[in-house]
C-alpha cells in the first residue's frame, strides 16, 4: 500500500512557476514509477509527466514538454513538477499517481496507475 501526499499549489500569474511535491509513505518508493496528471473542470484527468522507478526515463505531454520537468528523489521518498512559464489553461487539480515497476511504455495511460494522492489545485491567472 502507498500513500501519497501532494503539495505546493496555488495562485500564480501567467509565465510564473510553481513546484509541485508528492511525498509518499512506504519503504518500497524506488520500485514505482511516478506520474503527474491533471483534471480541469468538466475536462478529464489527463497525462502531465512520468518517471520510470529509477528515473532513467521520463515522458511529458506536449502541452507542457520544455516547460515542465518532473524529477524524484528516491532517498526522500518524494517526487517533483517543476512548473515553468505556466499559462492559463494549465489551471487544474495536479494529482500524483504510482505504479509498481511501470516501464516506460506505459507512463502515459491513466489506467496502468495503482494510487493516487488527493490532488493539489494549480491556478494561473491572466
Known amino acids: 500500500q502507498v500513500q501519497l501526499v501532494e503539495s505546493g499549489g496555488g495562485l500564480v500569474q501567467a509565465g510564473g512557476s510553481l513546484r509541485l511535491s508528492c511525498a509518499a509513505s512506504?519503504?518500497?518508493?524506488?520500485?514505482?514509477?511516478m506520474g503527474w496528471f491533471r483534471q480541469a473542470p468538466g475536462k478529464e484527468r489527463e497525462f502531465v509527466a512520468a518517471t520510470t522507478w529509477s528515473g532513467g526515463s521520463r515522458d511529458y505531454s506536449n502541452s507542457v514538454k520544455g516547460r515542465f520537468t518532473i524529477s524524484r528523489d528516491n532517498a526522500k521518498n518524494t517526487v517533483y513538477l517543476q512548473m515553468n512559464s505556466l499559462k492559463p489553461e494549465d489551471t487544474a487539480v495536479y494529482y500524483c499517481a504510482a505504479a509498481l515497476y511501470l516501464a516506460a511504455g506505459g507512463l502515459t495511460y491513466r489506467n496502468k496507475y495503482d494510487y493516487w494522492g488527493q490532488g493539489t489545485q494549480v491556478t494561473v491567472s491572466s
Open positions: 512506504g519503504r518500497t518508493f524506488s520500485s514505482y514509477a
